[in-house]
């Protein structure tokens, strides 16, 4: 049994790392925003006592010492698995409500690591493969996507773009972080996971279909006929399934060689076709689904990413869920809240 941290404990990806940490016998502290959010945790493990579940709330992680007392705990941490960040694109201001919180919150808490709490050993970082991909070159035709590639964006390259400011948060939060490891050489070691577009089943307490988490919001709108006309362009076309960047984040640290490399977690690639495909197989019941005739939603002119997933899988020892199930367990958790 290992003590953790996990933080934003009430996100999409966060909610299923906390399921394997808790199945694979771990002792976990979740940080949360509100009260409210703790409730909601705790109406999911009924049965589960304090000393295997308990929190700590943190507002705002883009305070300065935002993490300073959560990072402390009796019994000690050993592990903290940080998945807090934004990730939406109701943004006003790119720098206050995606750079700022994205990249102060992840050096914010390797700062408190360092200074309050020197038994923990290993951090496991959410980043994204929006630090790995090269926005101008897209799907890069001939070239293979690995965690040897980096976003080469800056500031200068955002220009207002939220999309553009998204993708420059996760890439200058996880540049960050390994510069931290690597100038200040603290007590612990770093591990990231990056994730493309993350599918299925929701598990956290989620209010409305309002709320849902970006990515899985195609499959809400394929659904309620929001594509009957036409499929919107599929983006970026690697994806993978949110149980398999939970049990990525828990890998990481359970497993010693993860130390210190980052790990490219992705199924493969998919488009918004297909999403649809899945959908009217399985779910007749949705009567405004596009048809084979419905233009859209192949892979764009550029054609499928490609990409290399193979250190994920000999590392971490991942089996990847293919896409008609990840999309089928999705469209049944969004059932439950009124799809």
């Not at 009260?35 to 945790?41: A, L, N, P, T």
């Not at 960040?85 to 700022?100: A, W």
């Not at 090269?134 to 964006?153: L, Q």
């Not at 990840?326 to 009124?338: A, F, M, N, P, R």
Request: net charge neutral.
């Amino acid at each position: 049994m290992t003590r953790v941290l996990l933080t934003g404990g009430s996100g999409f990806i966060a909610a299923h790392t906390l399921d394997v940490l808790l199945k694979n016998g771990h002792s976990v502290v979740t940080t949360v925003r509100s009260q409210d959010k703790i409730d909601r945790i705790k109406k999911i493990y009924p049965d589960v006592g304090k000393d295997k579940l308990d929190f700590a709330i943190v507002p705002d992680i883009a305070v300065e010492g935002a993490f300073d007392e959560a990072v402390v705990s009796t019994p000690p941490f050993e592990v903290v698995l940080h998945t807090a960040s934004p990730f939406h694109f109701n943004v006003t201001d790119i720098q206050k409500q995606l750079i700022d919180p994205a990249v102060i919150g992840t050096t914010g808490i390797l700062r408190a690591i360092k200074k309050n709490a020197p038994t923990i050993k290993h951090v496991v970082i959410t980043s994204s493969f929006a630090a790995i991909i090269n926005p101008e070159k897209m799907a890069w035709p001939g070239h293979t996507y690995s965690e040897a590639d980096w976003n080469p964006m800056t500031l200068d390259d955002i220009k207002g773009s939220v999309s553009l400011g998204y993708r420059a948060s996760k890439t200058f939060a996880e540049k960050a972080a390994w510069k931290y490891v690597e100038d200040e050489k603290p007590g612990f070691t770093l591990s990231t996971v990056n994730p493309p577009m993350v599918f299925g089943p929701i598990i956290h307490q989620l209010q409305d279909l309002d709320n849902l988490n970006t990515s899985n919001q195609r499959i809400r709108d394929a659904a309620l006929g929001k594509f009957k006309d036409e499929i919107p362009d599929s983006g970026v076309t690697l994806w993978v399934d949110v149980r398999d960047v939970a049990k990525a984040h828990v890998a990481a640290f359970e497993k010693p060689e993860a130390v210190g490399k980052r790990f490219f977690t992705t199924q493969g690639t998919y488009n918004n076709k297909q999403i649809c495909q899945i959908i009217r197989k399985h779910f007749p019941q949705y009567k405004d689904l596009p048809t084979e005739s419905t233009p859209g939603g192949d892979y764009g002119e550029a054609g499928p990413f490609t990409a290399d997933n193979s250190r994920s899988i000999e590392v971490l020892g991942l089996k990847y869920i293919p896409l008609e199930q990840s999309i089928v367990d999705c469209v049944k958790s969004l059932q439950s809240v009124g799809l």
